[in-house]
């Protein structure tokens, strides 16, 4: 398999780096011109946009009745399920949830010198609307990650839509959504589904926030109707770095790559080896366990394209790469984990240890496995519970304390030529 290596210390290594990470499908005109359509047509004809939109793309006739799952049904596939397949979900589920709760934010307030009463108030959104993918790419994983923060934030009422192609239900997904406690679930998918979210429909209520992933067109039409309602973030494909000393099985490490290379063409895998005899050794594991794998095709096609080895010298280059990077998962296989971690200061998530795979973060220890990518982790964060609650500045004046801070508000307001401001604040002067 041919996969593009690189020497941290070679010249033009920069710019030779900056092509591997080099993604941006966002500036697709034809995607965004495509989007665009489907979003003012759903606004102005709504489940009749949908039921021809699902038509269309999932090639099945639907009513605006059918477009809605029915409770009971949720609950049906649940109970359907494999008794393996249920121990799974509700271990998983638990251990998202307990995570979650430590991240509640809390409302807060304190008394200044002059009696005055300053805070925060928080509360959890109304409505929450999350996209599942469907078909082939179904992901329960993604339910209980989406849906569970949102309920610990005390959200009233969360929609989730999955795209149904040919009008195949995915159980595994309906029982996901039954156990995180969704409150409604809708047939429909692609652009038109985001569409219906943030303008809704006869069928489909306005929600006040958007998450979960999606395909390009999800992805563009969640940026556009960004302002409108809230959304998590615009993903880009999935990707993992590692830096690895050389003492880890190289098999792990192969298969820790193929497990982001098997989702799709453009997912990212990187080593970062500080023995560069490893990197061969992890080649040889590779040709010789690509064979074995049901996606062998994605995995060489994303390893071939957007793959990479690179050797660092010395444990800081290896450091500084990964800050440039800003990696949406970071593996640590390295002796001393927990130091090499705390000089990470760009990453969604960081596994520490040869024993702790990115592959456990997906699904069940806890952390949400929705994450920045292409970079982003440089100002934003995984997604979790206080992204689903809202911050509000609260202030509480008391007459005299009102009255000591006139002076300073007036002489602002009318340093910036706003009267009203200041004889506002004036009025509350104490005579």
Known sequence: MDVTTLKAASVGFNQALDELLNWDASEDASVADTVSDIIDDVRQRGDAALISYTQTFDQWAASAGDLLVDAKQLESAWEQLPVEQKTALETASDRIRAYAEHQKLESWDFEDEFGNTLGQKITALDRVGVYVPGGKAAYPSSVLMNVIPAKVAGVVDIIMVTPTPKGELNNLVLAAAWLAGVDKVLRIGGAQAVAALAYGTQTVPRVDKIVGPGNIYVATAKKMVFGRVGIDMVAGPSEILIICDGKTNPDWIAMD??????????????????????????????????????????????????????????????????????????????????????????????????????????????????????????????????????????????????????????ILARGEALTAHARSAEYRKLK
Do not use: W
């Open 257 to 410: 790559l193929f497990s982001q290379a098997e989702h799709d063409e453009n997912a990212q895998s990187i080593l970062i080896s500080l023995d560069e005899g490893f990197i061969n050794q992890v080649k040889d594991s590779m040709d010789k366990l690509l064979p074995t794998m049901e996606r062998a095709e994605v995995i060489k096609a994303s390893l071939s394209s957007r793959g990479g080895f690179i050797y660092a010298d010395t444990v800081q280059e290896a450091v500084d790469i990964a800050n440039r990077v800003a990696p949406e998962h970071l593996e640590l296989s390295v002796d001393d984990a927990e130091q090499m971690a705390s000089q990470i200061n760009q990453a969604g998530a960081i596994f520490i240890g040869r024993y702790t795979p990115e592959a456990l973060g997906d699904y069940c220890a806890g952390p949400n496995h929705v994450l920045p990518t292409s970079g982003t982790a440089r100002f934003s964060s995984p997604l979790g519970v206080y992204d689903f609650q809202k911050r509000t500045s609260i202030i509480n004046c008391s007459q005299s304390g009102a009255s000591a801070l006139v002076d300073t508000a007036s």
